[in-house]
């Protein structure tokens, strides 16, 4: 099969299983909020800070390394196989032994016993992990995908049936848990079938290179990660568990269309910037797609949700989550900044460059926690988070595109005119039917929101038909 084929398949198979899976976690989103307390959520927040943390160091960076190498011998994915292992024991006994700390510094006792239960991902995610990677780097998206979905509805009845019985935030861990399990034994499966059987070999010499690219990966994801999480550590500590969960659901809504849209193309991205690598002119030209494409998708929908953010909380979270809904306009705009320079990563990771990301986001880090930490402290309140957040992405988070043109050379000039007049026209169309629709002076959430969502998404699809219709022609040829 052609890597053009491999890579439409590819878009096809993850977008149906986005689809699916985004149902299935907005589902178990909305049933949980119904039986949860916003201090259930900000737990489970506080807890996968510290686990999502420790799951950059799974696999020492290298599962991107595996994809990135054109050749690879089976002595070398034996000792990455049993590296990754050694890797996921040693951080569950970490967690294991932090989790009384973490426990102290916020001052609940609850969290011990449930980041023990949480620490058991790192041992199951490491047995499957380098099968799933294979099946990336094979660009075997059906067979990822089709585990994707099964075990997301395997966690959506975990979930409901724990809560329906009052489980409170233990429903969350053991949702989390199920899913990881289930995954990995079906990625090892499937591996071992199909890809390889690790031998009872490690020989250190064979990965030499792998630890360069590794390392860097490893750092990057660590210092990303404490970049993302940054404001749900310091609102916890700092304004309180309560606020986190407000804030949490809050941000899961706003990047729930981005978290789901962007991973369709940087999936097939990175395998394949990785095969093209040598070839600028075909990295540019591709770039500018995955962009265009990503950015048609995600700003109307983001969009959406800031102008009809009341009407959408009420509806999947239900009552008493109104400081939810008024925080989220904000965020959404964030999120918009986020989708646009989110896929720059994989162009410059595709040039072998993993040092740039690692130094990045150590600055970018940096600059989040500082902002911060310094407004928090003068002025501890979910709105001061948001805004200095916005403020800091408007700003400093610009560079982030210097940095993507010139590592990844790629050129920009038509990809900021075509955010331009989408975002001109889009938050125009979002304006005049929110507008339209408050003189009718609804008062059901769900009307309004079929209303508003059946209007924008008409005039918009015009807007595809007439301005973009070339372009959405190219990518279904």
């Not at 916020?106 to 499957?128: D, Q």
């Not at 199920?178 to 499966?189: D, N, P, R, V």
């Not at 591996?191 to 070999?201: E, F, Q, T």
């Amino acid at each position: 099969m052609s890597l053009k084929k491999q890579a439409i398949g590819g878009v096809k198979w993850t977008t149906a299983s986005t689809v699916i899976v985004s149902m299935l976690q907005l589902a178990q989103m909305s049933i949980l909020a119904r039986f949860l307390e916003p201090g259930d959520f900000g737990l489970m927040a506080i807890m996968m800070v510290v686990i999502g943390f420790s799951q950059a160091f799974q696999d020492m960076g290298i599962s991107n390394a595996i994809i990135q190498r054109q050749e690879i011998s089976h002595t070398q994915l034996s000792s990455l196989y049993w590296l990754n292992i050694a890797a996921g024991a040693v951080l569950t006994l970490i967690v294991i032994a932090i989790a009384p700390l973490v426990a102290m510094f916020y001052e609940e006792p609850r969290i011990t016993s449930l980041m023990i239960l949480l620490s058991s991902t790192f041992i199951l995610v490491a047995i499957g992990n380098q099968y799933r990677v294979l099946c990336q780097k094979n660009m075997n998206f059906r067979t990822m995908e089709i585990i994707n979905v099964s075990t997301s509805i395997v966690s959506l009845v975990v979930a409901a049936v724990m809560a329906y019985k009052g489980y409170g935030v233990l429903t969350l861990v053991c949702a989390m848990i199920t899913q990881a399990a289930l995954s990995s034994l079906l990625f090892l499966w499937i591996g071992l079938r199909y890809y390889h059987k690790p031998s009872l070999i490690y020989k250190h010499s064979e990965l030499e290179g792998f630890y360069g690219f590794g390392m860097y990966q490893m750092g990057e994801r660590s210092i990303n990660y404490i970049g993302a999480n940054a404001d749900k550590v310091l609102i916890g500590k700092l304004v309180g568990v309560e606020a986190v969960g407000f804030y949490n659901l809050a941000w899961q809504l706003v990047i729930f269309p981005v978290s789901k849209i962007n991973p369709i193309v940087n999936k097939i991205a990175f395998p394949l910037y990785s095969r093209i690598q040598s070839n600028p002119d075909a990295l540019n030209r591709y770039y500018y797609i995955v962009v265009k494409a990503l950015s048609l998708v995600t700003i109307p929908l983001l969009t959406f949700l800031i102008f009809f953010s009341d009407e959408i909380v009420e509806i999947v979270f239900g009552k008493g989550w109104s400081t939810t809904a008024e925080i989220i306009p904000i965020l959404a705009v964030i999120g918009i900044l986020r989708a646009v320079g989110n896929p720059g990563g994989a162009a410059i990771l595709a040039k072998g460059r993993a040092n740039i990301g690692f130094w990045w986001n150590l600055f970018w880090s940096s600059v989040i926690v500082l902002g911060l930490l310094i407004s928090l402290s003068i002025s501890p309140s979910l709105d001061t988070a948001i805004y200095v957040l916005l403020i800091l992405y408007l700003t400093v988070g610009m560079l982030w595109h210097v940095v993507i043109k010139r590592y990844g050379e790629v050129s920009y000039r038509n990809i900021i005119k075509h955010l331009i007049r989408l975002c001109t026209i889009i938050f125009s169309i979002g304006f005049l039917v929110s507008t339209f629709v408050d003189i009718f002076n609804i008062n059901s959430s769900f009307i309004k929101v079929i209303i508003g969502s059946l209007l924008c998404g008409t005039i918009y699809l015009l807007y595809l038909y007439i301005l973009e219709k070339d372009f959405i022609y190219s990518l279904r040829k």
